[in-house]
């Protein structure tokens, strides 16, 4: 578990479910994060199992307890890692995803073998953007993914972090 002021970063855990239902039923998340749609609480279920196999995914939750969002991070290569993030609108403007950002990135690149960080999200979406930015995150790239149909339908911007920066 990780620790910042307001929030704690956790493991996610079966009684969880409910609040990935939640994300996964509102239009809102699938749009702006591209966030699995969860059609029931099995499904839902499902996707806490596969969260608890990745390594790095973790609930973010107030000091109370409250899950307030998720943040991950995944191997990109052997020096790079990528991560994913999402806050419960409730909670948006209020710093709890760049103190949960900060936080993870601090212990991240404590490894000497980590040398950067990507994030993408998607173009249109410019609170991600601005706190990336803010988080000293330089847009690398835009990739239209609208030029490979029928499946996607939107572009996305990528952003980089190098350790020590």
Known sequence: MLRGKRIC????????????LAWGQDPYYQQTAGFAHYRDLEEA????????????????????????GLLELYPRDAQS???????????QGQGYMTESIRCLLAEVFKNPEI???WAGCKSGNLRPQQLLK???FKEMYELD???????LDFSAKYYLLKSGE
């Open 145 to 151: 993914y609208r030029q490979i149909p029928p499946f």
């Open 81 to 91: 890692r990528e991560l994913g993030f999402l806050l419960d609108k409730k909670f």
């Open 9 to 20: 970063l956790r493991p996610l855990e079966a009684g969880d479910a409910g609040q990935l």
């Open 45 to 68: 279920r499902q996707g806490v199992l596969a969260y608890q196999q990745r390594p790095a995914s973790y609930m973010i939750c107030l000091k109370s307890g409250q899950a307030i």
């Open 115 to 117: 040398k950067e960080v």
């Open 134 to 136: 803010k988080l000293g």
